[in-house]
């Protein structure tokens, strides 16, 4: 059976000169499907095709090897055509608003790319910012050190419980491998790129186990300085030229809580982070430089929708007053029904969901990288269709690039990557996760409306999006 998943792009008017496009130079990989080679001489490109009237391009990438194979079509006009594959589009009938899709510049990300020649960064970035590359228009940073860095670590941790942040400054991973791959990103995207910034753990004296792991809570005295913490990260990033455009209140706060994971974190109850946002970090925010910044709450499973976010509102109702939306992780999503989204926007429809982080092989049974696994294709690919058909605004996946073994991680928490870097051949392999990713991202661009639509496949494998470029957009996942 040929599994595929295609894009089609409809449009009323305008057309321009077809421009070459640089096709896969495809690697089949024993048991699964192929990767797609890049090296200092070659790597695929894919240019977008706007129809003229009446006509329409599908771009589809399959498990046995097509990756944006472009064509072009005519509508049917006879009704045997017609029965055989229908899509029934209603553009009157519209949801949310599309902020944008991306990935994550962690200290890993930036190492692996650091490992490349500057040719091989160029097209790494270009592959995912460029104009013939994924056209992502948003990323995810760490504040200080996650999992994936080569040693657990934050800003100001000396001198030990300085409440007012004397010493405060950033990490020599910022200016190595962080700010020069933002810098990159921001140079070579054609829009402003939207960037998200989170603490996976605050400074061990912070917190009540004088420890970056493990359970923990922060110490009510130092409330205020970890909301102190926030803005002198924006006000350093925004000194070398990065604007942050939205902050999560401390990544997987359940983390901490129930002793999860074996990385950095920092545990909150839903009645904390209520107090904290309220009387801290909300009036913080709001009334510095940075008063316009995105404040997402969660940042953790869909599961912890019905629990610990509605807890977070029903006990601190004012909470509302300073949030603008709520982060989702990827992790649960298998088994958490998709309506617990629904449950955010139907109670708070002002306020936005965005799905923060995602990555296959991060369980300790699985293999972390598998090169050319179709099956993580798919994984991905059919959750960002639930996830936007449940009024998702964007979705940032987690490191841009990893090496073979899915590091560096300090943890040893080794995971998947849609490009995998091998320096020792200076030469990188796009997964076809990279190609899932890219069937939304390339053509639902920022300020894109989804609208309604049926397909003979059913509504579950579809969804579809009016854009600013003037085309409707259907995505499609074949089984």
């Known amino acids: 059976m040929i599994k595929f998943l295609p894009v089609f792009i409809l449009t009323t008017y305008y057309s321009y000169a077809n421009i070459q496009d640089k096709p896969c130079a495809s690697k089949q990989i024993p048991g699964e499907s192929v990767v797609c080679v890049c090296n200092a001489t070659y790597c695929d490109e894919l240019q977008r095709s706007i129809p003229s009237k009446d006509t329409f391009y599908v771009y589809t990438s399959s ?14 006009t006879r009704s045997d055509e017609l029965r055989k594959f229908h899509l029934v589009l209603d553009p009157k009938k519209t949801y949310q608003k599309i902020q944008g899709f991306g990935g994550s510049v962690t200290d890993a990300a930036g190492i692996n790319w650091k490992s490349l020649t500057p040719t091989l960064r160029k097209s790494l970035i270009d592959s995912y910012y460029g104009i013939r590359g994924l056209e992502y228009n948003m990323a995810r940073v760490p504040i200080g050190g996650s999992d994936f860095s080569t040693h657990p670590y934050a800003y100001n941790e000396l001198p030990v419980n300085d409440l007012h942040l004397t ?4 990490a020599p991973e910022d200016f190595q491998f962080k700010l020069p791959m933002i810098h990159h990103i921001m140079n070579t995207s054609k829009v402003p790129v939207d960037i998200v910034a989170t603490t996976w753990s605050p400074p061990p004296w912070m917190k009540n186990n004088n420890e970056f ?56 109850t839903s009645a904390e982070m209520g107090e904290w946002i309220v009387n801290n970090l909300g009036p913080t925010i709001r009334n510095s430089e940075f008063k316009d910044l995105k404040i997402l709450t969660c940042d953790d499973q869909r599961y912890t929708i019905p629990t610990w976010f509605a807890g977070l509102t029903n006990e601190y109702p004012e909470v509302l007053q300073y949030i603008d939306g709520i982060g989702v992780h990827f992790y649960g999503d298998k088994v958490s029904p998709a309506h617990y989204l629904d449950m ?52 940032i996946d987690w490191n841009l690039c990893l090496d073979s073994e899915g590091g560096p991680n300090w943890a040893k928490n080794f995971v998947d990557s849609p490009i995998i870097v091998f320096a020792d051949r200076q030469e990188f392999y796009k997964q076809p996760m990279y190609y899932a990713l890219g069937h939304i991202s390339k053509f639902i661009p920022r300020q894109s409306y ?27 996942y074949n089984e």
Not at 167 to 170: A, E, H, Q, R
Not at 228 to 255: A, C, M, R
């Open 213 to 268: 792991t493990g359970f923990s809570r922060l110490r009510t005295e130092y409330y205020q300085t970890y909301s102190d913490y926030h803005v002198k990260f924006l006000q350093k990033y925004k000194s070398e030229g990065v604007s942050i455009w939205g902050i999560t209140t401390t990544n997987e706060p359940t983390d901490g809580v129930f002793n999860l994971v074996q990385f950095n974190s920092l545990g909150w």
């Open 167 to 170: 010493n405060f400054t950033l």
């Open 63 to 76: 498990e046995g090897g097509l990756r944006f194979r472009k064509q072009a079509g005519i509508f049917a």
């Open 344 to 395: 955010v926007t139907n109670k708070y429809p002002d306020k936005f969901i965005l799905a923060t982080e995602a990555c296959e092989g991060a369980y300790p049974w699985e293999t972390s990288v598998i090169l050319g696994s179709w099956n993580r294709a798919k994984s991905y690919i059919t959750d960002i269709i639930e996830d936007l058909n449940h009024n998702i605004v964007g979705w």
């Open 450 to 476: 989804r609208i309604a639509v049926e397909t003979s496949e059913g509504s579950d494998n579809s969804v579809a999006f009016v854009t600013p470029r003037n085309t409707t957009v259907i995505v499609l």
